[in-house]
């Protein structure tokens, strides 16, 4: 039960925020509202799950902000600026958004250097190459953009799933499968518990991490993709502090910062409480943006707090 604390926390906090907004603002309380929270932070998700991997093995990663904002200028430039397919740039894409993965991966452990500045490293690197592609805004016209922003799946007749929602739902599942039924998650949640217990173990540390790295930066690749789908553009500025929402959320949803424990789910509840702290402002119309940035704070406190108090370990520098 303790173990479970955090993710049921974040469970009842997640409904407690829906049942108050459904309360204070009518029409809420909808299919249509429900499915908005996760198509419109698909991509905020996606590289969450990514950064969910990385944190359970203990390690950190600022760049999925900037890698997501050079992989929707790239595909912008190339779909639009060179007439490329975008089945042909999507995989580039996201094969180079692993690429810096790994590099930073091999980096981290080959040369045992802090995954804080190896990432910030490359979140210069990434940002700065996607403003040297293009520094303004690029719209990108296609019939598969046309048909991915017009599909949707038809649950009844109240209910219609876009395909960044679906997209999303995808990519929980895979990572659900892979954190905790597979040998790679049980490794990394070992290198997260204690990294020299996993070397005394025989387990392979090295290959999870620079794994691990791999892994993220193809999933922050993929969310810059969903992210072009999204705003039919793209953008070397998009993605700026993204990488702070992801740490939060997946926090909030439970995940020790200091690594080894943790839990995917968590992280799509902590998505969804970002995303309905914003949607209640927006159906509020009053209240300044900033103010999910004040309650997303809060409860970032309070579930650091938590893992204090009931995690027994002090989260890594």
């Known amino acids: 039960m303790k173990r479970h604390l955090p993710l049921i926390s974040t469970g009842a906090i ?27 932070n698909a991509f ?44 042909v740039v ?9 690429a810096l993965g ?9 040369f045992r250097l802090p995954a804080f500045l190896i ?11 996607g403003f040297w592609l293009n520094t303004e805004s690029v719209g990108i016209s296609h019939r598969w953009y046309d048909a991915l922003a017009n599909f ?3 649950i009844g007749d109240m209910i219609h799933i876009p395909a960044a929602a679906l997209l999303l739902l995808v990519v929980v599942l895979a990572g659900y499968v892979l954190a905790h039924h597979t040998r790679f998650g049980r490794n990394l949640l070992a290198l997260g518990g204690n990294e020299q217990s996993a070397l005394l173990m025989g387990l392979p540390v090295g290959e999870a991490k620079i794994a691990v790295y791999t892994l993220n930066g193809a999933c922050a690749a993929l969310a810059g993709i ?11 500025s998009m993605g700026i502090g993204l990488e702070l929402d992801a740490i939060a959320v997946v926090v909030i949803g439970g995940t020790m910062l200091a690594g080894g424990r943790g839990h995917v789910a968590g992280t799509l509840l902590g998505v969804l409480i970002f995303g309905t702290i914003q949607a209640a402002i927006l ?12 309650v997303v704070g809060a409860l970032l406190l309070v579930f650091i707090l938590l893992q204090q108090v009931f995690g027994g370990r002090r989260p890594k520098a």
């Open 226 to 236: 969903v992210a072009t789908v999204y705003t039919s553009s793209g953008n070397a």
């Open 102 to 110: 790994a590099a930073m991966g091999a980096l981290i452990q080959v």
């Open 44 to 87: 905020l998700g996606i590289a969450a799950i990514g950064m969910t991997l990385v944190i359970l093995s203990g390690g950190i990663d600022l760049s999925v902000g900037a890698v997501i904002g050079f992989t929707s200028i790239f595909t912008a430039t190339l779909v639009t600026g060179r007439g490329l397919h975008p089945a």
């Open 152 to 154: 949707d799946l038809a």
């Open 14 to 40: 997640l409904l407690a925020l829906f049942a108050a907004a459904a309360i204070a603002y009518d029409g809420f309380f909808s299919a249509r509202v429900i499915v908005n929270l996760f198509a419109d």
């Open 119 to 129: 990432t910030l490293a490359g979140m210069f690197l990434a940002r700065g190459a």
């Open 90 to 98: 999507w995989p580039l894409a996201i094969v180079l958004g692993a």
């Open 283 to 294: 159906f509020d119309g009053r209240l300044s943006s900033w103010w999910m940035r004040i």
